[in-house]
Every structure is written in C-alpha cells, then in structure tokens.
Nanobody, 124 residues
Framework: QVQLVESGGGLVQAGGSLRLSCAASGRTFSSYTMGWFRQAPGKEREFVAVISKSGSSTSYADSVKGRFTISRDNAKNVVYLQMNSLKPEDTAVYYC?????????????????WGQGTQVTVAS
C-alpha cells in the first residue's frame, strides 16, 4: 500500500514556475514507477511525465517537453515536477501516481495508487 500526497500547487502568472512535490508513504517507494497526470475541467485525465524506479529514465508529454522536469529522491520518498514557462493551458489539477511492475507507462489505468491532487492555475 502506498499513500501519496501532492503539494506545491497555486496561482502563477504565465511564464512563471512552480515545483510540485509528491510525498509517498511506505518503505517500497523505490520499487514504483512514478507518474504525473493532470485534469482540466471538462477534460479527461492526461499524462504529463513519468520517471523510472531508479530515476534514470524519464518520458514527457509533447505539450510539456522542454518546460517540465520530473525527478525523484528515493531516500526521501518524494517525486517532483518542476514546471517552467507555464502557460494558461497548463491550468489543471495535477496528480501523482505510482505503478508497480511496469516501465514508463503513460496510461492512467496502469497506475495502482493516486494522490488527491493539487490545483495549478496559470493566469494570462
């Protein structure tokens, strides 16, 4: 069982930056692939970024590539999402999720555990 708690969301002007954090409970954090997803009002949940168990491999949605960076600290049981050059279309609730036994999955249904989400609002 893994419990995930996101933090770091808020209101930011276009072009600004935010860093999201996701703290995980349990001693098996390093055995999970970790992903970030987002969901805007009226839209489906979409993939943002994913990082492998060791942190050596990452993958990004085309819409955030070059602006967002996912990282993790297995000693602290935390995964981060650094978001730079934010755009109004990045506005959404951001969720972190954990998946076991998979590689860099982009599909939400693959993920076993989810946080409660944190709101990111980018003003134009």
């Amino acid at each position: 069982q893994v419990q995930l708690v996101e933090s770091g969301g808020g209101l930011v002007q276009a072009g600004g930056s935010l860093r999201l954090s996701c703290a995980a409970s349990g001693r098996t954090f390093s055995s999970y692939t970790m992903g970030w997803f987002r969901q805007a009002p009226g839209k489906e949940r979409e993939f943002v970024a994913v990082i492998s168990k060791s942190g050596s491999s990452t993958s990004y949605a085309d819409s955030v590539k070059g602006r967002f960076t996912i990282s993790r600290d297995n000693a602290k049981n935390v995964v981060y999402l650094q978001m730079n050059s934010l755009k109004p279309e990045d506005t959404a609730v951001y969720y972190c999720a954990a998946a076991s036994g998979v590689a860099l999955a982009r599909t939400p249904i693959i993920y076993n555990y989810w946080g409660q989400g944190t709101q990111v609002t980018v003003a134009s």
